[in-house]
C-alpha cells in the first residue's frame, strides 16, 4: 500500500524559509514525476512544483527562484525548500505522484503552512 505523507509544515514569519518534506511509508513504486500542489483557504489546488524521475524540474510563476524542488522519485521521497516567504503562499501543501499505471495520481493529506507577522 503507497501513503505518502507531508511532513515541515507549520506557522513562519514573512520572509522565513521552510523546508517540506515527502515520504512514502509504503510499499515502493515507481512514479514518473513527483511534486507539490497548494490550496489556500476558499481558493482552487494549484500546482507549485515538480521533479521528474530524471530530476527535471518546472515550477508555476508565483514560486520560481524563490522555491526549490529536489528528491530522488526513485526513492519515493521528495522536498520543497521554500524560501523568502510571504502570506499568499499560505495554504495546505500536497505532495503528489504521477504513475504510468493505476491509480495513475497518489496524494498525501497535506500539511499546513501558515505565513504571517
Known amino acids: 500500500q503507497v501513503q505518502l505523507v507531508e511532513s515541515g509544515g507549520g506557522s513562519v514569519q514573512p520572509g522565513e524559509s521552510v523546508t517540506l518534506s515527502c515520504a512514502n511509508s509504503?510499499?515502493?513504486?515507481?512514479?514518473?514525476?513527483m511534486g507539490w500542489f497548494r490550496q489556500a483557504p476558499g481558493a482552487q489546488r494549484e500546482a507549485v512544483a515538480m521533479?521528474?524521475?530524471?530530476?527535471?524540474?518546472e515550477y508555476s510563476d508565483s514560486v520560481k527562484g524563490r522555491f526549490t524542488v529536489s528528491g530522488d522519485t526513485a526513492k519515493n521521497t521528495v522536498f520543497l525548500h521554500m524560501n523568502n516567504l510571504n502570506p499568499e503562499d499560505t495554504g495546505v501543501y500536497y505532495c503528489?505522484?504521477?504513475?504510468?499505471?493505476?491509480?495513475?495520481?497518489?496524494w498525501g493529506q497535506g500539511t499546513q503552512v501558515t505565513v504571517s507577522s
Open positions: 503528489k505522484a504521477k504513475l504510468l499505471t493505476h491509480p495513475y495520481d497518489i
Open positions: 509504503g510499499s515502493l513504486f515507481r512514479p514518473v514525476a
Open positions: 521533479i521528474t524521475s530524471r530530476g527535471e524540474t
